[in-house]
C-alpha cells in the first residue's frame, strides 16, 4: 500500500473542513473529531454521518489515530442521533 493511499490526519481534517466544519490548520484528528462533534450535537453537519460512513469502509487505509478519534468522539455521537 502506498502512504498517499492513507486515510491520515490531513486528509481526514479537510474532510470534515469540505462538509463545512471549522478546523484549524493542523489539528490533530482527536480535535477535529472533537469540533466536528461538537458542530454536530449544535446545529448538524449536512454529510457528516455519511462520510464517517464511508471513511469507515476503509478503515484498513486508515490511520490508528483517525480511526481512535471518529470510534471515541464521532461515532457516540451519530448513534445518540439515529
Known sequence: MMLADLIDGDDFRQRLQALGVRIPDGACPETCARMAA??????????????????????????????QAIDTHLLPRLRANE
Open 38 to 67: 461538537c458542530k454536530y450535537n449544535e446545529v448538524g453537519v449536512e454529510g457528516l454521518p455519511e462520510a464517517i460512513h464511508d471513511m469507515l469502509q476503509h478503515s484498513d487505509e486508515m490511520l490508528p489515530s483517525v480511526r
